[in-house]
């Protein structure tokens, strides 16, 4: 995976012939936080006076301060006091991060040409272990410029040279919940496996932005598989529909990703209560901003339910209506998400099982244990099972009563299904109908 700090500059090739003095221009370059010694941390509380450092901290789309958290498993806040020129950053883990690492990094515009390490002052103002308690040892933070050394001022006759490498692309990819709820927890997936590119970042530390303001939020790039992983959790919650995050695309041609590039997955969320929401809510891809250095285009997706199918939308019929052909999300209706499609299904329980009331082309079916078929799996129906184990002379047909396919009725199977009544996770898997 490729690291943003870096960008690609196609051009002119300068040979010196002669210096003369020159003023420097002004330039954005990385300043870099590191947790410099081996110290487990749960939480971490900095801030970084930059009075004596001639330039500012450069802001992101949103107006925020352009810093990135590079700790995987903690939630990183920063704030920029421009007034008093201290830069505040806290990092919080319940699993816990330990140094030495890299734990956030930022853009500073510097606009003399004069920048060092020793013009910030870092300065810890909290730290704890996993645990809560002291750490064993005190974190020694420390401020690095990789990019930002001194320029060559001088003013230089040139002898020009092509290239033919094009200048690198960066695309913001904006993530959104297009689903009504209010959500306090979420985990969500996007793949890129049809990319033509990388997300930025290193290994598995990618470069994500939260954008839900008050909630922590984690994520993880998933190299090996090209699926970006990402958490987000809010304890008084948020109401959707709303973006919920904004990563960096690297494309390896000049040619900008389109939405139907990435699969965009929830993988769980819960509501006000903690409760997760069943049916899963959607998430869509909002917005794609491409640009190169210097330059800045955007693509702006319109919103299903226009009517007008485009940008990787698998359909769009004008509406928001889960209950047809076309889902709220402009993906097409298909057995096991969830909704009940009208002439075209019967039932929909959110996934493609059998056995389990609603069969895997939703159509009704029997529920494997259910033994008085009530369409319901309680503890009456293990009652029933046990008696005609024992040989009483009740209904109870194989393909609902033997739970584990053994080829007869047993106490075991009723044991089984009394199990699953009560909402133990077992599996029953009765044999198919005669």
Request: charge should be negative; charged fraction near 15%; include cysteine.
């Amino acid at each position: 995976m490729r690291q943003t700090f870096s960008s690609v500059i196609g051009g002119v090739v300068a040979v010196a012939l002669l210096s003369l003095p020159a003023s420097a221009d002004p330039r954005t370059c990385s300043f870099v936080v590191r947790l410099d010694n081996a110290v487990e941390l749960g939480s971490l509380q900095l801030t970084a006076n930059y009075a004596a450092a001639s330039g500012s901290f450069a802001l992101n789309q949103q107006g925020s301060v352009d810093c990135t958290n590079d700790v995987l498993t903690a939630s990183g806040l920063f704030n920029d006091d421009v007034d008093a020129r201290v830069l505040g950053a806290t990092f919080i883990s319940i699993e816990g991060f330990s140094g030495p690492a890299t734990i956030a990094h930022c853009a500073f515009t510097n606009d003399s040409g004069v920048l060092a390490p020793e013009d910030f002052t870092v300065h810890v103002v909290d730290a704890a272990a996993p645990d809560g308690s002291p750490p064993a040892t005190p974190p020694v933070v420390v401020v690095r410029l990789p990019d930002c050394s001194p320029p060559d001022t001088s003013t230089t006759t040139t002898t020009p040279v092509t290239t033919t490498e094009p200048p690198q692309m960066f695309c913001d990819v904006t993530l959104r919940m297009t689903t009504t709820a209010e959500i306090t927890s979420l985990d969500w997936q996007l793949g890129y496996q049809s990319a033509p590119g990388e997300f930025a970042g290193s290994g598995g530390k990618v470069a994500c932005t939260n954008l839900r303001p008050g909630s922590l939020a984690s994520f993880n790039d998933i190299e090996s598989e090209r699926n970006i992983r990402g958490g987000v959790i809010n304890v008084a919650g948020f109401q959707a529909p709303t973006d919920i995050a904004r990563c960096q695309f690297l494309p390896v041609s000049i040619d900008e990703p389109i939405t139907s590039d990435f699969v965009m997955t929830v993988i769980q969320a819960t509501d006000a209560d903690g409760v997760t929401i069943d049916p899963t809510p959607k998430m869509k891809i909002s917005q794609i901003q491409c640009r190169t250095p210097g330059t800045s285009t955007t693509t702006t997706l319109p919103d299903c339910g226009d009517g007008f199918q485009q940008n990787g939308e698998a359909c769009d019929d004008g509406n928001a209506d889960n209950t047809d052909a076309c889902l709220n999300d402009c993906s097409a209706a298909a057995c096991g998400d969830g909704f009940v499609h009208s002439g075209v299904e019967v039932c929909d329980d959110g996934n493609t099982a059998s056995r389990d009331g609603c069969s895997s082309t939703c159509s009704i079916d029997t529920i494997c244990g259910d033994a008085n078929l009530s369409g319901a799996l309680t503890a009456s129906d293990a009652l029933q099972i046990l008696k005609k184990a024992v040989g009483v002379e009740v209904s109870c047909p194989l393909y609902v009563c033997d739970t584990n396919s053994s080829g007869e009725i047993l106490a075991s199977d009723a044991l089984s299904a009394l199990k699953r009544a009560v909402g133990t996770a077992i599996v029953l898997d009765c044999p198919p109908p005669d």
